[in-house]
């Protein structure tokens, strides 16, 4: 019953989530003005609106002009119902639990079509999975408990930002990139330097620092992103000699952390400044990942933890590996593998890690 329920519920939501995904990535309102048709302006009435059936009722097309309607509308719809519906199977009990689940599933239905169409993933959307995974957490113990969330935030979206690092260094073939200011990419990588040999609360002082001197200067101090991520690789490789109070695990776990706060910290700053800031990045800057992916990341890590995001992880790269095979001539985004490897995980990402675990004898 509650997986019948969830796909109606499902395909009402996903209706909206048609409206969110054509409207805020142009920053106009997700309730007002009511729905119309694109191509005439005629407001839509409920008759034209119901999900599913609208479309298929009216042979994919507006009953007053007769504009073709995209596929897409009954796509959104479909796939919310369906992953609603799964999910009350899953988890049939009716609770807060399946709540915070189905708006979950929402979002990320929402960042990817706009991953999709626009190439961003909308802070709104972002930092309110945050925060909607943290208070869960912090609340009713769910999806993660309150330590496994905040430090699954941190290190989900250090791991993907140290990745982007590397990857961002290989592709400018050891060239800097621009430097942010009062905070950017460059404090990010400081933070996971300093830490990697110190400990997090030392990395994160560190990139405090740097900051503070930006401001007081009023400009950004250069930092090779080369010598950071180095010194950091360096730190990991000490560690793992015993050279350093720190273990070599250890040490990689303080510098995802400390990276990892850093990022989502910047982040929300560039966030909240007005105007258009989706995007932190310089675009003359050739990126292999873009920072939303990395705020996704954090989003994701609240959700699930450390260890299910590896997972989840996995199952992104795997996914863009058989889809882009499967579609050579569509260049897509990785956010939409991130939700579904973050959806996957969330269901079997902890069991797939213990098993995992055990296999190589560390559990």
Not at 140 to 161: K, N, S
Not at 199 to 224: I, K, Y
Not at 231 to 247: D, I, K, R, T, W
Request: proline share 6%; hydrophobic share 55%.
């Amino acid at each position: 019953m509650l997986a019948l329920f969830g796909f109606v519920l499902g395909a009402v939501i996903g209706s909206f989530l048609n409206v969110v995904i054509y409207r805020l990535p142009k920053g106009e309102s997700v309730v007002h003005p009511p729905s119309r048709c694109p191509a005439c302006g005629h407001r839509l009435g409920a008759v034209d609106m119901v999900p599913v059936l609208s479309w298929i009722v009216f042979r994919g097309r507006c009953r007053y002009c007769g504009a073709p309607v995209s596929a897409r509308y009954p796509l959104v719809e479909g796939l919310t119902g369906v992953l609603f519906a799964l999910a009350g199977w899953l988890h049939p009990q009716p609770d807060v639990e399946i709540v915070l689940i189905w708006a979950f599933t929402a979002l990320l239905i929402a960042l990817s079509f706009i991953d999709i169409d626009h190439y961003i993933l909308p802070d709104s959307l972002n930092f309110s999975g945050l925060a909607l995974g943290l208070l869960g957490s912090a609340l009713w113990g769910f999806p993660v408990d309150w330590q496994a969330a905040w430090q699954g935030a941190f290190a989900a979206a250090g791991l993907l930002a140290l990745i982007g690092g590397f990857a961002n260094l290989a592709l400018r073939r050891g060239a800097n990139g621009t430097p942010g200011f009062p905070v950017g990419l460059e404090h990010v990588y400081l933070a996971a330097a300093v830490a990697a040999w110190a400990g997090w609360g030392w990395g994160l002082a560190a990139a405090a620092v740097l900051v503070v001197a930006n401001l007081l200067l009023g400009r950004a101090l250069p930092l090779h992103d080369a010598l950071t991520l180095g010194a950091a690789l360096l730190g990991v490789m000490a560690a793992s000699y015993g050279s350093l109070p720190l273990n070599a695990i250890e040490s990689v776990w303080n510098l995802l952390l400390a990276s990892g706060a850093v990022a989502l910290a910047g982040g929300l700053y560039w966030a909240l400044l007005p105007g258009d800031n989706e995007g932190e990045e310089d675009e003359d800057d050739p990126v292999a990942m873009g920072f939303g992916d990395v705020k996704l990341a954090g989003m994701l890590g609240a959700w699930l933890g450390f260890g299910p995001f590896v997972v989840a992880l996995a199952v992104a790269v795997f996914a863009g590996a058989i889809l882009g095979l499967l579609l050579r001539r569509r260049k897509l985004p990785f956010g939409p593998y991130l939700a579904i490897g973050g959806w996957v995980a969330l269901w079997w990402g902890a069991d797939l890690m213990q098993r995992y675990l055990a296999y190589l004898g560390l559990s």
